[in-house]
């Protein structure tokens, strides 16, 4: 969805190092989310935030932390980069309207960790 | 919520009707019921969702039996551009503060 933007695209990085990956919705959603994917395990949730003041883990937030810049951003940082943190890795947004919540993903940023 | 169980894979020929079904045997009176698509390197994309018996859009139809254990998202006629993997999802009408668990999904092969 174009609405919602991620960069980088792809990063290749060395253990140890501090990344940021970045995510910016125009959609006006309150909710934010990131992901990440590895072959054959599907999608976990590493956190998500309702609005600009809450943060929550999900089931894999070590070795991951986020902040909450504005309603329309959301980032994620690796603190010190290690090899197993190599996925695609998914922003997404959503809004609990009509007793529903509909997710809107990003276009993935590849990280690879030497 | 409700915890989901799929298949993990599914092969289909080309012009064949699809059905993919879901069980979720502990669902609630308030859990409503999405699926979402996705394509390889892209992020899900939602394609229908429904609350019970039968739920039709220029994309799939979803069927819901009257006990809500489970759920079957229809594909007609699937083409080679329909493999993707499936995932479906059970929400909370209520308040929806808890999020949407993902899953491995069910991964369709379309074969010419």
Redesign the interface.
Known sequence: DADVTQTPRNRITKTGKRIMLECSQTKGHDRMYWYRQDPGLGLRLIYYSFDVKDINKGEISDGYSVSRQAQAKFSLSLESAIPNQTALYFCATSDFVGNTDTQYFGPGTRLTVL | LAKTTQPISMDSYEGQEVNITCSHNNIATND?I?W?QQFP??????II?GYKTKVTNEVASLFIPADRKSSTLSLPRVSLSDTA?Y?CLV?D?????T???????TRLSVIA
């Open positions: 409503y999405t979402y390197s892209q992020g899900p994309r939602f969702q993997v995932y929400g009408m209520d308040s929806g503060n999020p949407l668990v993902f899953g491995k999904g």
